[in-house]
């Protein structure tokens, strides 16, 4: 399995962004995947999950902000990300679960400026 996470980089507060991640060896129609994040000096913290069936669940801090859809075709999963904050700095990892184990991705960094 491996998940291939881009779309990071340096973005002004206010501003957008889109993370992907394109899946090989794990089906994300059929696996649950979704976005975490870890901030410098804290642990890593959940930020959006889509299930099959296309229900999502986000963090309180991301709720109106950040959405996360699925392409099916392409087995890649985003998380579109709008009116940043400088809180939401952060590594960004893609997850998916398969059988009791975590597949990560190798994380992409978002730096938000003030």
């Known amino acids: 399995v491996q998940l291939q996470a881009s779309g990071g980089g340096l973005v002004q507060a206010g501003g957008s962004l889109r993370l992907s991640c394109a899946a090989s060896?794990?089906?994300?129609?059929?696996?649950?995947p979704g976005w975490y994040r870890q901030a410098p000096g804290k642990q890593r913290e959940l930020v959006a999950l889509?299930?099959?069936?296309?229900?999502?669940t986000y963090a309180e801090a991301v709720k109106g902000r950040f959405t996360i859809s699925r392409d099916n075709a392409r087995n890649t999963v985003y998380l579109q990300m709008n009116s940043l904050k400088p809180e939401d700095t952060a590594v960004y990892y893609c997850?998916?679960?398969?059988?009791?184990?975590?597949?990560w991705g190798q994380g992409t960094l978002v730096t938000v400026s003030s």
């Open positions: 889509i299930t099959s069936s296309g229900s999502t």
């Open positions: 997850w998916a679960g398969r059988r009791g184990r975590d597949y």
């Open positions: 060896g794990i089906i994300f129609s059929i696996n649950a």
